[in-house]
């Protein structure tokens, strides 16, 4: 099975810097089956991004995706206030989905 | 816009059975979609827990197989998840979702774009 690693666990950064997140995983698999969610306390997780780099409906273009083979990244631009949250990766392959452990964004 | 909204019992006891439904609005379930459940233990990750399509096929994660069903009942626009043998290793945040499976271009995409709020089950004697 796919498992997927996310580093840093922690980001501490300030408002308007370049966030940089990355999820690895344990062998090559399609880009095509990558989504990026965010989560913010007591609230459901949000869709990002799929497809490692298409933006979901309504999401600020500040958040980007990209990465190919193992190794996928979700950039935030410029990081505004509401975006310190904990994001999660997603992998779907022969009928099974599986969430890497999250990074979480919090201020610096 | 598609809504989903879990219900059921907040409180299992240990061996029990654990049962939510999702209802959704905004949308049918008989809709060329495929519908999930997903849960978070408190203060920890996501784990994906199985899918259903419309016309009743699953998938399950192995982890959850030997104990988990999902159902869909088409006529209140509602699925559902049951839980055996449940543990306090069960308790969780369980959320419902749609779960999309998109052509585009020659490839499928895969991802969840509604969400429910959560419903928070704690197993407990």
């Known amino acids: 099975d796919i498992v997927l690693t996310q580093s840093p666990g922690t980001l501490s950064l300030s408002p308007g810097e370049r966030a940089t997140l990355s999820c690895r995983a344990s062998?090559?698999?399609?880009?095509?089956?990558v989504a990026w969610y965010q989560q913010k306390p007591g609230q459901a997780p949000r869709l990002l991004i799929y497809g490692a780099s298409s933006r979901f409906t309504g999401i600020p273009d500040r958040f980007s995706g990209s990465g190919s083979g193992t190794d996928f990244t979700l950039t935030i631009s410029r990081l505004e206030p509401e975006d310190f949250a904990v994001y999660y990766c997603q992998h779907y392959g022969t009928s099974l989905f599986t969430f890497g452990p999250g990074t979480k964004v919090d201020i610096k | 816009q598609v809504q989903l909204q879990e219900s059921g019992p907040g409180l299992v006891k240990p061996s029990g059975t654990l049962s939510l439904t999702c209802a959704v609005s905004g949308g049918s379930i008989s809709s060329l979609n495929w519908w999930t459940w997903v849960r978070q233990p408190p203060g920890k990750g996501l784990e994906w827990i199985g899918e259903?399509?419309?016309?009743?096929?699953?998938n399950y994660n192995p982890s959850l197989r030997s104990r988990v069903t999902i159902s869909l009942d088409n006529s209140k626009n509602q699925f559902s998840v049951s839980l055996n043998s449940v543990t306090a290793a069960d308790t969780a945040i369980y959320y419902c979702?749609?779960?999309?499976?998109?052509?585009?271009?020659?490839?499928?995409?895969?991802?969840?774009?509604?969400w429910g709020q959560g419903a928070l089950v704690t197993v407990s004697s």
């Open positions: 259903i399509y419309h016309s009743g096929t699953t």
């Open positions: 062998q090559r698999i399609s880009s095509n089956f």
């Open positions: 979702a749609r779960d999309v499976h998109y052509y585009r271009s020659g490839t499928y995409y895969y991802y969840f774009d509604y």
